[in-house]
């Protein structure tokens, strides 16, 4: 939104005027790409998500029912 634009602005020369300091953008360098293909240790599944799964398997255990999402 314009308003937006505006109320940015002001307070970046709002900024620029107390610190006495000119903001400057540069993108003209390029940076290098990320690395590939490094290697990724596997820890195991999280504690947090074995916690959750327990969690799930007592409850449909408990109620005789099973938990069954569909995310498609």
Do not use: C, W
Not at 33 to 62: C, H, K, L, M
Request: aromatic share 8%.
């Amino acid at each position: 939104m314009e308003s937006n634009i505006i109320e940015t602005q002001k307070s970046i020369d709002m900024a620029e005027n107390k610190l006495k300091k000119k903001l400057r953008t540069d993108f003209s360098y390029k940076t290098a790409p990320p690395p590939r293909n490094y290697f990724v240790p596997n820890f195991g599944v999280d504690s947090d998500v074995r916690a959750t799964q327990a969690s799930i398997s007592g409850a449909e255990a408990s109620t005789g029912k099973s938990l069954n999402a569909n995310f498609g």
